[in-house]
Structure formats: C-alpha cells, structure tokens
C-alpha cells in the first residue's frame, strides 16, 4: 500500500516535498515512481528511482527543479519539487513495481501499485 502526502497550494516559485509512504518489508526491492495527471491531461511521468537509489531519471519538464530521493529504512519516496510553475499543477501520484528494468522506469503501465495521488495546485 502506498500513502502519498505532502500536498497543497503554492506561488510560483515556491517549493513543495511530497512523500510516499510503502507498508510491507520488501520497499528496497521495488523501482518508485512519481507521475501526475493535470484536468483534463494525460497522465505523464515526473520522475523515478532505482532500488538502491543510485539511479533516477527525469521528465525533461522537471529536470533542474525537481529531486526525487528515497530512504529505505522509512520505507519512504520523495518528490522535492522546487521552482514550481502554474503548470505543475496536478495531482501527484506514486507508483511501485518489482519488476521494472531501467529501460522501463518511465513507463507508467510498467507499475503495479499506485497511491491514491495528492493535489499540487501552483498559483500565478
């Protein structure tokens, strides 16, 4: 199960830290992602990491402003977002597969779990 937090209402230019909460043993096996879906959009891919942490991948619309990091012993994915835009606007969600390859990490069908996603709302 997963527990996304941290949500909220913004300026531009602010800064906002979402976490993902995992309940289980296993969270060091897993690949954590973040994707958002903004009204009436698709939902696309923010950002990702790999199992030790020791690889992430970007959106190119967040690279430079966003960070995503993990600590295993909490069980717990963060998404430090800074610079915020309007249009980050969006609600957040994590994901988590197993299985997924390095290839993949981007891939929001490639996830077996997702939380329940919480709402960034950026103002102009």
């Known amino acids: 199960q997963l527990q996304a937090s941290g949500g909220g209402l913004v300026q531009a230019g602010g800064s906002l830290r979402l976490s993902c909460a995992a309940s289980?043993?296993?969270?060091?096996?897993?690949?954590m992602g973040w994707f958002r879906q903004a009204p009436e959009k698709e939902r696309e891919f923010v950002a990702a990491?790999?199992?030790?942490?020791?690889?992430?991948r970007y959106a190119d619309s967040v690279k430079g402003r966003f960070t995503i990091s993990r600590d295993n012993a909490k069980n717990t994915v963060y998404l430090q977002m800074n610079s915020l835009k309007p249009e980050d606007t969006a609600v957040y969600y994590c994901?988590?597969?197993?299985?997924?390859?390095?290839?993949?990490?981007?891939?929001?069908?490639?996830?077996?779990?997702w939380g329940q996603g919480t709402l960034v709302t950026v103002s102009s």
């Open positions: 990491i790999f199992r030790s942490g020791g690889t992430t």
């Open positions: 289980g043993r296993t969270f060091s096996r897993y690949v």
């Open positions: 994901a988590a597969d197993a299985s997924i390859i390095m290839s993949t990490m981007a891939v929001g069908n490639e996830y077996s779990y």
